[in-house]
T-cell receptor
Framework: DTGVSQDPRHKITKRGQNVTFRCDPI?????LYWYRQTLGQGPEFLTY????????KSRLLSDRFSAERPKGSFSTLEIQRTEQGDSAMYLC??????????????FGPGTRLTVL | AQSVTQLDSQVPVFEEAPVELRCNYS??????LFWYVQYPNQGLQLLLK??????LVESINGFEAEFNKSQTSFHLRKPSVHISDTAEYFC??????????FGKGTMLLVSP
């Protein structure tokens, strides 16, 4: 069990550029979550997949954000036309099959995005 | 909607002293409660959780938290802290099938 991995760990980009992050969940975890964490705040939910289906999206997820999990394994989060306000730590978490209401989410190390 | 309040952004304490990190929540429905810990340069890790049953839950490294429904609180305590407990602690709630809502976190700073 290697844990949740995220790539890249750090990304610096210029305003207006597109960026894509990848998350590899723990093997056989069927649920995958994306969160955003800004300085001095706790993680804020962005979106959630069960297998390849995107079941829930936060209002924080503007139309510049898109997430996919095409084969129910890894997931990507793309931000188009980045803005300075997108600068944050983007966290991925996964949880195993079982009762979704009580599942424990396992977090990756995060991708820190800096938009100049 | 639900919300989590962690009033203390930073708690400095000396090694071997007791500590309490406060967490209050607001929700119109029943929730499950969690404490996550983030050590420097590491990802969030689950410390303990309350789902049902005994209102006092414990972690493997000596932390405990008590669910108080009337006060809508889930404070985290440890009778004697170590330097290695220095980390940021996040309280979170989860109403049933919805997703986690986190507080802003409390930085626990343990000094010798």
């Amino acid at each position: 069990d290697t844990g949740v991995s995220q790539d890249p760990r750090h990304k610096i980009t210029k305003r207006g550029q597109n960026v894509t992050f990848r998350c590899d969940p723990i093997s056989e975890h069927n649920r995958l979550y994306w969160y955003r964490q800004t300085l001095g705040q706790g993680p804020e939910f962005l979106t959630y997949f069960q297998n390849e289906a995107q079941l829930e999206k936060s209002r924080l997820l503007s139309d510049r954000f898109s997430a996919e999990r095409p084969k129910g394994s890894f997931s990507t989060l793309e931000i188009q036309r980045t803005e300075q306000g997108d600068s944050a730590m983007y966290l991925c978490a996964s949880s195993p099959r079982g009762t979704p209401s009580t599942d424990t989410q396992y977090f990756g190390p995060g991708t820190r995005l800096t938009v100049l | 909607a639900q919300s989590v309040t962690q009033l203390d952004s930073q708690v400095p304490v000396f090694e071997e002293a007791p500590v309490e990190l406060r967490c209050n929540y607001s929700s119109s429905v029943s929730v499950y409660l969690f404490w996550y810990v983030q050590y420097p340069n590491q990802g969030l890790q689950l410390l303990l959780k309350y789902l049902s049953g005994s209102t006092l839950v414990e972690s493997i490294n000596g932390f405990e938290a008590e669910f108080n429904k009337s006060q809508t609180s889930f404070h985290l305590r440890k009778p004697s802290v170590h330097i290695s407990d220095t980390a940021e602690y996040f309280c979170a709630v989860k109403p049933g099938y919805s997703t986690l809502t986190f507080g802003k976190g409390t930085m626990l700073l343990v000094s010798p």
